[in-house]
């Protein structure tokens, strides 16, 4: 005995349109609905209301007869499954509200179907019907006007946080307004898309008005002459529609992107997390899907390019976000092939020319701060009274101007090791002395250096008091420390070792002399 | 003055890119460019019965005038040119009388060699007899020097000669290569001194890796020969000194690149080019940079170590080869397919016919570059980079940059 499997048709509806949770994900439907009943303009108008949001979509397409609109409300009777993932589903997601009315005009004859609650009867296991008259208009008389009321977005989804801005965005980068079509087809059609929103949801502007074509920003090929000479550089890699072979067929991909620097990059109808929409894009019907940054090879950044690769043969996940046959091996096949052809355009002398235009922009602004710092430098070297060492390669140069300008003050520099412990090794009183150099005495406890193999420390200044005093109060790796401010000097015990350290400060060499002054 | 009638003459028939297709003409002989000079060893320590011996050599050489003991056969149009080398001499325990001996008729005079008429280029062995190399001659008595190389390039019967050169290594100082510049340079002036009526072509040594060591190399030879006497003298330029490098493609294009503007800059444009000891998968981009001719002996090493060429750039291990894809008549024959399968008593039978298939492949593939050049503009070229070289991932970058260079990009 044979036995069918069954399906519960309730619940196929509830879960379909459970998949979808965007009022935006309706627009996306209706756009390519209108788009194939070859549509010319679209309204789409936008109402939140207290239940949720209306949602008017009106097109001057062909419209639909009785067998259109069985598709349009029934289950898996669309022959449209070779499109844009599964269009039997899309228009599923109407019901996720409290009433769908749809006129329609073909032919003569307008119908309009209108289904009551249907939200509310599918959770009731219930499956909504709607009801079908007929009336005659004239043959002009064409297109489509769906009316969806109440519209139940998905868990705290909040319709009012549709803005024009993000509608646009989301129509030119997930929807068939957003179609690279027109790059391949010598008579593309056009769709020109109005959307209105209410108010209540956004009050910046009246409406939007678009295309169904996404546009690159203009080409400029030659450098700017202001402070960011690449910044609106840009070029366009001309559409190309190459043939790729693979392990049981053929396929075709069709290629077509620019590079650009980021104001280039911004007069794309892009908004919001911007840098995650560059680099290269699958596509299926010209609409973009998902990213294969990894064609272009790690040592370019993504974000410069953008390319749509859009090929027939990849198969879309039920909600249109994924790309299904990864493992399949046509999507290795493309992959390999856009992964070649992406490293034709980073190899591009005119990118690459692109990219070290950049560079010395970068380093011309670098040159400059340089420059804004160095006056700041010289003006501090020319106010100052005397010469004061900031750090500790000056300290070092200290130790050879008292040399020259000090009577009586006799020490070299023989060794100087900038990363080493114990930095330099001098020459005092023609013996050989292990000194470390600081800009502070400070520092020398703060770095934690040994003190055992040091014959003399050299600073420019003592640092906080307070904080040598803790040193001595506390203790300095395990051992017992003073420090004789008097005789200059520091003894240093541990296990039974006593070090003696001589101290010299530079200040006090520099400082000028002040002589007695006789007080007869 | 007299105008010496030369016998050595190039001319470029097509262009494409940097890229050219010509013709070298020594005497009656004339060679078609780019084109690849397989390196063989005349002389491999035997008798004139084994074709003077060699091992897979030996092998090679029959093939190359279709002897009885590889079934005969005509391969003449794959050694229409062959590279050996004076140090070739030496690879083998040879005595004094028979080095005498084996000099006494030029190469192409032999009887035995009559069926083959390619033009021969005799390396001078620089590379394996100074600095460091590990011959000094004294195994047949003989002291190298430029007079002595020069004496076995003409008694070998050469059509192309060179200089005796003090090869660079990658590791040398500016001093050692400024030294061995001088070297070299007082060999050139000993060279055109010696071989000023040479009938051949004389090819001028040229040693460096960039722009600025190969005209520091000019730059001596030049304080040392006057630069309009070597312009005179000389017919073609070849560049050393690249095979420690041959798998840093980055730095072989460059080499060459920057060796063409070095050429140029000096005048010396006009010439031929070789690369001495470079070829595979760098020959098309070479070739599409302009370089004229190549030395290899990759077909028969590689030979050597089981592989079996499917194309420029794609080989396969000899025993996972079915040998029907291929109709090179070495694999079109019944025995050359037997024996390549190992079926045979010496192994020089083995991978000798591995080799020349190997070298018919290389031929072939150079054969098909020399007519991209001469189609119409450059995209031919371009595809063809574009199918070959590009395809490999470790190529890819050096291939578009050659294209872009030199082949008008993918983007105009
Ligand atoms: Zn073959």
Redesign the pocket.
């Known amino acids: 005995m044979k036995k069918a499997p069954k399906v519960n048709e309730v619940n196929e509806f509830l879960e379909i349109a459970s998949d979808f949770e965007d009022p935006l994900e309706v627009i996306r439907e209706s756009l390519s609905n209108s788009y194939d009943a070859e549509a010319s303009e679209i309204e789409i108008t936008i109402r939140s209301r207290p239940q949720g949001s209306d949602i008017i979509i009106e097109d001057d397409g062909n419209g639909m007869n009785e067998r259109d609109l069985e598709s349009f409300f029934d289950l898996g009777n669309s022959q449209k499954t070779d499109s844009i993932g599964y269009k039997g589903h899309g228009t599923k997601i109407f019901y996720k509200s409290d009433r769908i009315v749809v006129n329609t005009a073909k032919n003569g004859v307008n119908r309009r179907a209108v289904m009551d609650n249907p939200w509310e009867k599918l959770n009731r296991q219930e499956l909504p019907e709607y009801e079908l008259t007929k009336a005659d208009v004239r043959d002009e008389n064409q297109g489509t006007r769906i009316k969806i009321t109440n519209f139940r977005s998905g868990e705290g989804f909040d319709p009012e946080s549709l803005t024009y801005n993000k509608i646009h965005h989301y129509l030119k980068w997930k929807t068939i307004a957003g179609s690279t079509a027109h790059f391949f087809e010598d008579n593309p059609r056009e769709m020109d898309i109005r959307v209105d929103l209410g108010e209540e949801i956004d009050d910046t502007r009246d409406e939007l008005v678009t295309t169904s074509r996404l546009e690159f920003p203009d080409e400029q090929l030659e450098p700017s002459d202001d402070e960011f000479p690449a910044e609106r550089m840009c070029k366009h890699y001309e559409p190309r529609e190459i043939e790729v072979e693979y392990d049981g067929g053929m396929t075709t991909v069709q290629i077509v992107g620019m590079v650009g620097g980021k104001a280039a990059r911004n007069e794309l109808p892009t908004h919001g997390r911007h840098s995650v929409q560059f680099g290269v894009w699958f596509a299926k019907d010209h609409i973009k899907v998902e990213q294969i940054n990894e064609t272009i090879s790690h040592d370019n950044e993504f974000i410069h390019f953008f390319f749509i690769v859009n090929c027939q043969d990849l198969e879309l996940s039920a909600n249109r976000e994924t790309i299904r046959n990864k493992s399949n091996p046509v999507f290795r096949a493309v992959r390999d092939e856009v992964e070649f052809y992406m490293s034709k355009v980073t190899q591009d002398p005119w990118f690459k020319n692109y990219l070290e235009i950049r560079r010395e922009g970068k380093l011309k602004r670098r040159a400059r701060t340089q420059e804004s710092s160095l006056q700041d430098r010289r003006k501090s070297v020319t106010e100052r009274e005397r010469f004061e060492p900031s750090n500790r390669a000056e300290v070092l140069l200290a130790v050879e101007r008292a040399s020259q300008q000090q009577a009586g003050f006799s020490l070299q520099v023989e060794d100087y090791q900038p990363d080493a412990d114990i930095q330099a090794i001098v020459r005092h009183q023609g013996k050989l002395r292990n000194a470390a150099i600081h800009h502070q005495l400070t520092e020398h406890f703060k770095n934690e250096s040994p003190l055992e193999h040091i014959d003399l420390i050299i600073y420019w200044e003592q640092g906080d008091p307070t904080k040598l005093n803790e040193v001595e109060r506390t203790g300095y790796i395990g051992g017992e420390i003073e420090i004789d401010h008097d005789s200059g000097s520091i003894t240093y015990q541990r296990d039974g070792d006593s070090s003696y350290i001589e101290l010299l400060s530079l200040t006090d060499v520099f400082k000028p002399k002040t002589k007695a002054i006789a007080d007869d | 003055m007299s105008q010496v009638t030369r016998r050595f003459d190039f001319e470029v028939d097509a262009v494409a890119g940097d890229a050219r297709t010509g013709t070298l003409r020594i005497g009656s002989q004339e060679l078609a460019t780019p084109n690849l000079f397989p390196v063989l060893n005349f002389y491999g320590g035997g008798t004139e019965r084994s074709v003077f011996g060699g091992g897979i050599h030996r092998t090679i050489k029959e093939f190359m005038i279709g002897a009885d003991r590889i079934g005969g056969g005509d391969y003449s149009e794959y050694f229409d040119c062959t590279m050996t080398s004076v140090a070739s001499l030496t690879d083998y325990n040879i005595t004094h009388e028979r080095y005498q001996s084996y000099l006494d008729t030029p190469i192409k005079e032999r009887e035995l060699f009559e069926p083959y008429n390619g033009t021969l280029f005799v390396d001078s062995g620089g590379f394996k007899f100074l600095d460091g190399g590990d011959i000094d001659g004294s195994d047949f008595e003989v002291d190298i020097d430029q007079e002595k190389i020069y004496e076995i390039q003409k008694k070998m019967g050469a059509d192309i000669i060179l200089n005796l050169d003090h090869p660079i290594a990658p590791d040398d100082s500016h001093e050692q290569r400024m030294e061995k510049a001088e070297k070299t340079a007082l060999n050139i002036a000993e060279f055109l001194d010696l071989s000023s009526d040479f009938d051949g072509a004389r090819y001028l040594t040229l040693h460096g890796y960039n722009y600025s060591m190969m005209d520091a190399f000019l730059e001596k030879i030049t304080s040392i020969v006057d630069t309009r006497e070597i312009h005179e003298a000389f017919d073609g330029v070849a560049l050393g000194s690249l095979v420690p490098k041959k798998d840093n493609r980055e730095l072989l294009i460059q080499a060459v690149t920057d060796c063409q503007e070095v050429l140029q800059d000096w005048g010396f444009d006009d010439m031929p080019l070789h690369v001495l000891g470079i070829s595979s998968r760098a020959v098309p981009l070479l070739a599409a940079l302009g370089v004229d001719s190549f030395d290899a002996s990759s077909y028969l090493h590689n030979a050597i170590n089981g592989k079996y060429y499917k194309s420029m750039m794609e080989s396969v291990p000899i025993s996972e080869v079915s040998?029907e894809n291929?109709?090179?008549p070495?694999?079109?024959s019944e025995l050359h397919r037997q024996r390549m399968r190992g079926d045979a008593e010496y192994q020089k039978d083995i991978y000798g016919a591995v080799a020349v298939?190997n070298l018919?492949?290389q031929k072939q593939e150079l054969a098909t570059i020399r007519d991209r050049i001469r189609a119409e503009g450059t995209a031919p070229l371009r595809e063809y980079i574009e199918s070959t070289v590009a395809r490999d991932k470790q190529t890819r970058q050096v291939a578009h940059k050659v294209v872009n260079q030199s082949l008008g990009g993918y983007f105009q």
């Open positions: 040998f291929c109709d090179c070495v694999c079109s298939h018919i492949i």
